[in-house]
């Protein structure tokens, strides 16, 4: 018996229409997280500027590389910002944390260090757009030249005492 006659006389459409009925369910499933929003908060002499938001795919991991980050940055560094803080928000939940009410240490910021990967832990399906990472941004300024400092040029002379030995001299 092949799989085809082994189909048609176990009859498995059943499985597919169940399925078809829990799809609704799925977003009270934990999973991990596909996507994620990435915030810019660009300031400028300690007031913001700008804030940019951009949606990057996550690797299979929930991970989402340094790498990635700074080519989503580039826009940013070449305008003059530098990276001031990286920071994750992420929520953390589970489905029998949901059925029981518990809200309590759900919703975790971390600071990222810089240059290092961020990982984002599985979590209930309709949560998924919660999680962001906000990057702040601050203006570089260029250092004022102070006026009132001068260079003092020394000139030194060259004379001739003597034979063949020569002195400096400062005017």
Known sequence: MD??????YLDMNWINDVREEEKEY???YSAGLSSVNVIFVLVNDGKIDNVKTRRLVL????????????????????????????????????????????????????????????????????????SCVCC????????SKNSTTRRVYVELCKSKVGKGTRKRIFK
């Open 136 to 143: 702040i941004m601050e203006k570089k300024c260029l250092k």
């Open 26 to 28: 799925d977003k009270f």
């Open 59 to 130: 690797d299979n991991d929930s991970r989402l590389s340094w790498l990635c980050l700074v080519e989503n940055m580039d826009e940013f560094l070449r305008k003059g910002y530098v990276v001031s803080n990286v920071l994750k928000y992420s929520v953390v939940a589970k489905p029998e944390d949901i059925l029981r009410g518990d809200m309590n240490n759900m919703l975790k910021y971390d600071i990222v260090e810089s240059s290092s990967d961020i990982v984002f832990e599985p979590t209930v399906r309709f949560m998924h757009d919660i």
């Open 3 to 8: 799989y085809e006659e082994l189909e048609e």
